[in-house]
């Protein structure tokens, strides 16, 4: 069971946005700067989209945000495209137990 | 650019012990931890563990008592060993580069690995 938890299944149009959430225990995760947002393609490795809640890596689409409020994180993705169809997975460093944990994942489907 | 090439058995019988292998191209272990996780058939990613050049490891507390995590300096090198392997070990299993922020910017391709009598 992930301390992190995630709507299993997105869906929404191209050219739309949606909002992913990522809900943890405010004893960890809510006093946690350290929360990470991942893209997961099939049969290709993850890859890193937002790091510290809000900061894209070079090179990811300013389509991509992230937010973060209280015991819940948020990534937005705009102007959804095709190739946004794929899993996402936040992440977080829980200080109480000092070891990394990953949300269930969400699906996203672009209709 | 880093790289990350890994390694390791494939299939393996309940109770083998798996050795996966993580070697870093075009950059140093210095200064970052190096972490495997994994990924079940139809589930999400789950962080096994990390380490340092330094051989600093953290692991995942379900799983801690069957993992030995270790570094070759010498040859840029992070291998996994996970004993007692059972069904539930079964998983596609990564390795990938953290950065201070515990965010994880580099990642291997993955490997397939098979627990099946």
């Known amino acids: 069971q992930s301390a992190l938890t995630q709507p299993a299944s997105l869906s929404a149009s191209p050219g739309q946005s949606i909002t992913i959430s990522c809900t943890g225990t405010s004893s960890d995760f809510g006093t946690s700067d350290f929360v990470s947002w991942y893209q997961v393609h099939p049969d290709k490795a993850p890859q890193l989209l937002i790091y510290e809640g809000t900061e894209r890596p070079s090179g990811i689409s300013s389509r991509f945000s992230g937010s973060k409020s209280g015991n819940t994180a948020s990534l937005t993705i705009s102007g959804l495209q095709a190739e946004d169809e794929a899993d996402y997975y936040c992440s977080s460093y829980t200080s109480n137990s000092a070891f990394i944990v990953f949300g269930g994942g969400t699906k996203l489907t672009v209709l | 650019q880093v790289q990350l090439k890994q390694w390791g058995t494939g299939l393996l019988k309940p109770s083998e012990t798996l050795s996966l292998t993580c070697t870093v191209y075009?950059?140093?272990?210095?200064?970052?931890?190096w972490a495997w996780i994994r990924q079940p058939p139809g589930r999400g990613l789950e962080w096994i563990g990390d380490?340092?050049?330094?051989?600093?490891?953290n692991s995942n507390p379900s799983l801690k008592s069957r993992i030995i995590i270790s570094v070759d300096s010498s040859k840029k090198q992070v291998i996994l060993n996970l004993s007692f392997m059972t069904a539930a070990d079964t998983a596609l299993y990564y390795c990938?580069?953290?950065?201070?922020?515990?965010?994880?910017?580099?990642w291997g391709k993955g490997t397939t690995v098979t627990v099946s009598s």
């Open positions: 075009g950059g140093s272990l210095s200064g970052y931890y």
């Open positions: 380490i340092d050049q330094g051989g600093s490891t």
């Open positions: 990938a580069r953290v950065l201070d922020n515990y965010s994880m910017d580099v």
